[in-house]
Nanobody, 119 residues
Framework: QVQLVESGGGLVQAGGSLRLSCALSTRIFSILVMGWYRQAPGKQRELVAGITSGDMTNYASSVEGRFTISRDFAKNTVYLQMNSLKPEDTAVYYC?????????????WGQGTQVTVSS
C-alpha cells in the first residue's frame, strides 16, 4: 500500500519559517515527481512546488524565492522549506507522489498538514 506521511506543519508568525517533510512508504515503484499542493479555505487546491527524479523544480509564482523544495529519494522523502511566511500562505499542505505503476504514472496524495501564519 502506498502512503505519504507528512509532518512539520504548525502555527508561525508572519516572517517566520517552517519545514515540511513527506515520506513515501514504499520503494516498489519508481518516483517520477514529488511535490506539494495547498488548499486555503474557500479556495481551490493549487500547486506550490514540484521536483522530478532528475532534480528539476518548479514553483508557484507566489512562493518563488521564499520556498525551496528538495528531496532525498534514497530516503523516499521530499521537503519544503518555507521562509518569509505570509498570512496568505495559510492552508492545508498536501504532499504528492507521481509513481510509475504498471507502465503509467499514478498520483498519490498525503493526508495534509495544516500551516497557519499569523499576522
Amino acid at each position: 500500500q502506498v502512503q505519504l506521511v507528512e509532518s512539520g506543519g504548525g502555527l508561525v508568525q508572519a516572517g517566520g519559517s517552517l519545514r515540511l517533510s513527506c515520506a513515501l512508504s514504499t520503494r516498489i515503484f519508481s518516483i517520477l515527481v514529488m511535490g506539494w499542493y495547498r488548499q486555503a479555505p474557500g479556495k481551490q487546491r493549487e500547486l506550490v512546488a514540484g521536483i522530478t527524479s532528475g532534480d528539476m523544480t518548479n514553483y508557484a509564482s507566489s512562493v518563488e524565492g521564499r520556498f525551496t523544495i528538495s528531496r532525498d529519494f534514497a530516503k523516499n522523502t521530499v521537503y519544503l522549506q518555507m521562509n518569509s511566511l505570509k498570512p496568505e500562505d495559510t492552508a492545508v499542505y498536501y504532499c504528492t507522489a507521481d509513481l510509475l505503476v504498471a507502465g503509467t504514472s499514478r498520483r498519490y496524495w498525503g493526508q495534509g498538514t495544516q500551516v497557519t501564519v499569523s499576522s
